[in-house]
């Protein structure tokens, strides 16, 4: 039986600035959230991972480069984990987005057509991509635990493969950054054995 780990990058500017970046390179790591890869990847350490598979967006890429250079692990990049295109709303703040459109981020997880009129990825496109790597994993790393380096919604999208999440849920359900959420997998069909998983030293932290 293998694990499917699902790890959210680090801590962002675009996080504390409180905008959608999108698919916006040129975002790094906070300082802060170089210290939650670093600690993250100290607790892969004991998980015995054989591969690391990364979005190629830089504050992802950079958080899967921190675990595989402490689990003496290549990063591959596959553009499956990205992070949504949020079409005519990347770059704006969340405020300036709520005022103009409303909750936004419930319409997407309802599939209202709105979300595709504006250019951002839908829902259900993201978990056809998810579900895309996630079996090609299976298939190219049978029985083993292997790490995907991507950001918050593609990890609800497999969370709710398997779990039925209401769009309320789903809004509500914060992963955070640089927490682990694990998968097992036998025989096709997946149970969830971790949700937020991080260091000890962050759960008397603001996520």
Not at 58 to 64: E, G, I
Not at 96 to 121: C, D, P, Q, R, T
Not at 124 to 135: A, Q, Y
Not at 155 to 179: H, Q, R, W, Y
Request: net charge negative; aromatic share 6%; charged share 25%.
């Amino acid at each position: 039986m293998g694990q499917i780990i699902f790890l959210r990058h680090g801590q962002a500017k675009n996080n504390t600035d409180r905008i959608l970046a999108g698919r916006t390179e040129g975002i790094p790591l906070t300082d802060t959230g170089i210290k939650q890869a670093e600690h993250t990847a100290q607790l892969l350490e004991h998980m015995n991972v054989s591969a690391i598979y990364s979005s190629p967006i830089q504050r992802a890429k950079h958080t899967a480069e921190i675990v595989g250079k402490h689990n003496s692990l290549d990063v591959t990049i596959d553009d499956r984990l990205i992070e949504l295109d949020m079409g005519k709303f990347t770059r704006m703040p969340y405020d300036e987005i709520f005022n103009s459109h409303g909750n936004v981020f419930m319409k997407f997880y309802n599939g209202e057509l709105e979300i595709a009129h504006n250019g951002v990825e839908t829902f259900s496109e993201v978990k056809k991509r998810v579900l895309g790597i996630v079996d090609d994993v299976i298939q190219n790393h049978p029985d083993e635990n292997v790490v995907l380096v991507t950001h918050m919604d593609p990890i609800k999208a497999m969370l709710s493969t398997i779990i039925d999440l209401s769009p309320t849920n789903l809004f509500e359900l914060i992963i955070a950054n640089a927490s682990l959420n694990i998968f097992r997998e036998k025989d096709q069909k997946f149970s969830l054995s971790g949700l937020n998983i991080m260091h000890p030293s962050r759960f008397d932290q603001s996520w």
